[in-house]
């Protein structure tokens, strides 16, 4: 069964950096690509990030663009979104997903609150 | 990028009657490899998007068959046969045929 477990969502303060982590389990990891799509609260979603299984081409939104850094550990089945200046805007439920005919499995998201 | 446009954006709807969501994009969904790579997906209060149709019209591993996709090009419908009180939530149409990914603005589905 495919699985893919968020973690590291918190409150944050602007301006603030945060790591999050998304365990994959059920499928061999580095097949896929992966993104990280997230939802604002009450709105639609947006994908910010996006990696290729070998880790070797990355995609970052214009809205996240030398601020955030997606990362993957094969090894450890492991992707990461590393988060830094962190905006209010950039408050949303962030989800780990698998590409495989378009989007296939999500994760159940992590929660990034950013407040003072 | 691609613009993905869905109505209704609201869909007040009767329990056991027939429910349709349209999505167009602003440009052709068709792949390199002559595939469409329209899906839609329903979220549920608080959950995670789920994956109901993939390329158009291939209904995932346990949708119901109340569900089915169809369209072309850059005109696509979701439509429920008769709808149930599960059925509630948001649905999202989402193209990936072209780089990056871009999604419809969801449409709720209330009863």
């Known amino acids: 069964e495919v699985q893919l477990v968020e973690s590291g969502g918190d409150l944050v303060q602007p301006g603030g950096s945060l790591r999050l982590s998304c365990v994959a389990s059920?499928?061999?990891?580095?097949?896929?690509?992966m993104h990280w799509v997230r939802q604002a609260p009450g709105k639609g979603l947006e994908c910010v990030s996006a990696?290729?299984?070998?880790?070797?081409?990355?995609f970052y939104a214009n809205s996240v663009k030398d601020r955030f850094t997606i990362s993957r550990d094969n090894s450890r089945n492991t992707l990461y979104l590393q988060m830094g200046s962190l905006r209010a805007e950039d408050m949303a439920v962030y989800y780990c997903?698998?590409?495989?005919?378009?989007?296939?499995?999500w994760g159940q998201g992590t929660l990034v609150a950013v407040s003072s | 990028d691609v613009v993905m446009t869905q109505s209704p954006l609201s869909l007040p709807v009767t329990l056991g009657q027939p429910a349709s969501i349209s999505c167009r994009s602003s440009?052709?969904?068709?792949?390199?490899?002559?595939?469409?790579?329209l899906n839609w997906y329903h979220q549920r209060p608080g959950h995670s998007p789920r994956r109901l149709i993939y390329?158009?019209?291939n209904r995932d591993s346990g949708v119901p068959d109340r569900f089915s996709g169809s369209g072309s090009g850059t005109d696509f419908t979701l439509r429920i046969s008769r709808v149930e009180t599960e059925d509630v939530g948001v649905y999202y149409c989402?193209?990936?045929?072209?780089?990056?990914?871009?999604f419809g603005q969801g449409t709720k589905l209330e009863i």
């Open positions: 440009q052709s969904l068709v792949y390199s490899d002559g595939s469409t790579q």
């Open positions: 390329a158009v019209s």
């Open positions: 059920g499928f061999t990891f580095s097949d896929f690509s």
């Open positions: 997903v698998r590409v495989g005919t378009g989007y296939d499995y």
């Open positions: 989402i193209q990936a045929s072209h780089w990056p990914f871009t």
């Open positions: 990696i290729n299984g070998n880790g070797g081409n990355t």
